[in-house]
């Protein structure tokens, strides 16, 4: 997993990730191993993209000023020509590692403060009721559904790959929804608003709804910004009124969990994408 | 559509996503081992036996009486002896004749 020698590094392994663990929660009768080995391999993947990152963060500026053909090829009759086809190639690759960074920035981890202030108020809350099997499940969860929306976001640069991305998504997306199709009713959601309980502080719905506001507030300063992508930044806060009236409908289960993995993997999409601007494309003709 | 490239990330986050992941594989590697089992149920089952075993045996609390046998149920006072035969003092003597016939015989071989 490097941008030295991968375009993408580690793509493939984030889609087979995502859709093992979505058709984990929605089909199979998933016990405690299970969720702990998930978040194994969730975890080691995070650190492995975390360590391509840094890589490249640390080295593509004395990557790109050095100029000096490697000593591999020195003694070849190619040497120069191999060494610039490789530079060059490697070159196109680091800068999509550079436009990845954007996973890091200061809006996404301000998002992932809350989601874990969130995570500790819930088990602040459930701890006197729920066993501790239960609590590491819950947190092992909500990190699974956290390093869904930050590595989505870590690929996202690229429209090609965005629209693969959001294809996966929005299949799993569906496919959760008519699994829990049956537990999706709206007479639900009347009750939750009515009754003010998401003003309360006590109630760890009201972190989640300011994670809600806090992610509509992001897409709306990218769309009061000229030039931005308008059509991604609407369609990201819809996602967002979605995912939390699912949230406030819906009981904490497994379908559930797998229904916040693909839907906030969809999020990060037009969560990063709501900064890209819209480019203008300059066509020379050459009149004969 | 383009991004503008980011300067410099912060090592900071880096760090924070980091220990993310570090902690999502403890917690994975936890659930695996089976040492986030409830303590209280563990508790209760460990001790379960002990309370059991020093109320039956405090001879100021237990009354024999009050565990009477269901119809049906096996009578451990009687049939005392024939679950556990070695107890008879007429087959622990049978068995104390015939080991030592069996050792004065091979004596007797050996000379």
């Known amino acids: 997993m490097s941008y030295y020698s991968s375009k993408h590094p580690g793509l493939f392994l984030y889609m087979a990730l995502v859709t093992i663990s979505v058709f984990s929660f929605l089909f199979i009768d998933m016990g405690s191993a299970h969720i702990g080995f998930l978040a194994i391999l969730w975890g080691t993947y995070t650190a492995l993209r975390t360590l391509t990152l840094y890589e490249m963060s640390e080295h593509y500026e004395a990557y790109a000023k050095n100029d000096v053909v490697s000593k591999n090829h020195n003694g070849q009759a190619s040497a120069l020509a191999y060494d610039l086809m490789h530079r060059m190639s490697a070159g196109r690759n680091m800068k999509r590692g550079m436009l990845a960074l954007y996973c890091l920035h200061d809006r996404t981890i301000l998002w992932f403060v809350l989601a874990l202030f969130y995570t500790a108020f819930q088990l602040h809350i459930s701890t006197p009721v729920v066993s501790k099997v239960a609590l590491m499940e819950t947190m092992c969860t909500l990190f699974m559904i956290g390093a869904a929306f930050w590595a989505g976001q870590s690929y996202a640069y690229s429209a090609k790959i965005s629209r693969m991305l959001a294809g996966l998504f929005t299949a799993l997306l569906c496919l959760s929804l008519v699994t829990l199709h049956s537990g999706l009713s709206l007479n639900a959601l009347y009750p939750a608003l009515s009754d003010t309980s998401l003003i309360d502080i006590g109630n760890p719905n009201t972190i989640l709804v300011l994670l809600a506001l806090y992610s509509t507030a992001i897409l709306l300063f990218a769309l009061v910004q000229k030039n931005r992508s308008t059509g991604n930044i609407l369609v990201g806060i819809a996602l967002v009124v979605l995912l939390t009236v699912c949230h406030i409908i819906l009981e904490p289960s497994r379908e559930a969990t797998a229904l916040w993995i693909s839907g906030w993997g969809l999020f990060s999409i037009f969560w990063i994408r709501a900064y890209g601007t819209r480019e203008k494309k300059y066509v020379l003709y050459q009149c004969e | ?111």
């Open chain 2, 1 to 111: 559509m383009r991004f503008a490239e980011p300067h410099h990330s912060r090592r900071g986050a880096f760090l924070f996503v980091a220990l993310f992941s570090c902690l999502q594989i403890t917690l994975g590697f936890f659930l695996i081992n089976g040492n986030g089992h409830d303590s209280v149920l563990s508790d209760a089952m460990i001790h379960a036996p002990y309370y059991a075993e020093a109320e039956i045996m405090d001879e100021n609390t237990f009354d024999p009486n009050a565990i009477e046998p269901a119809a049906g149920d096996y009578d451990v006072t009687e049939n005392q002896a024939t679950q556990h035969p070695e107890d008879d003092p007429d087959i622990i003597t049978q068995k104390l004749i015939k080991s030592l016939t069996t050792l004065s015989t091979l004596d007797s071989g050996a000379l």
